[in-house]
């Protein structure tokens, strides 16, 4: 069951998800040439990201109810799943012959859980400052 809390860090953690492909976007888009498929590339990876983090929070509410030798065998499953995605991915886009520039801006996107997860806490910060109705000195 998702509580409130975990439904607001998931909705934090996707927000810095974006916030780090936005970053990315702005910052290398100076610098290449195809700019489509960098855009296709990052957008691919951070899709990925926000699916992963998804997948995750799916998987720690559903695995709670088990017993710790169950929960432990389910959360590992669920990361060959994850993983299994992401190399899925990478190789439909070798194969499909996209160019260097998707992979790498693929890969890089897939960061976007890492920073994503670093940004949290201080977008969480910023969002209690605006949501809170208290009196601030």
Not at 66 to 88: D, F, P
Request: one cysteine or more; glycine letters at 8%.
């Amino acid at each position: 069951m998702m509580t409130e809390d975990s439904n607001r860090v998931l909705k934090e953690l996707i927000l810095g998800i974006i916030f780090f492909g936005l970053a990315v976007t702005l910052t290398g888009i100076w610098w290449v040439d195809d700019k489509k498929r960098f855009f296709l590339g990052l957008v691919i990876g951070i899709v990925l990201s926000i699916w992963k983090a998804l997948h995750i929070q799916f998987t720690l509410t559903r695995v709670l109810d088990y017993e710790e030798k169950a929960a432990q065998t389910k959360m590992t499953l669920s990361y060959v799943v994850r993983t299994l995605a992401v190399i899925i991915v990478l190789g439909l886009l070798v194969v499909w012959d996209m160019g260097t520039i998707p992979i790498l801006m693929c890969f890089v996107g897939l960061f976007g859980l890492k920073a994503g997860a670093m940004l949290q806490p201080h977008i969480h910060k910023y969002m209690n400052k605006l949501t809170c109705k208290c009196k601030q000195d």
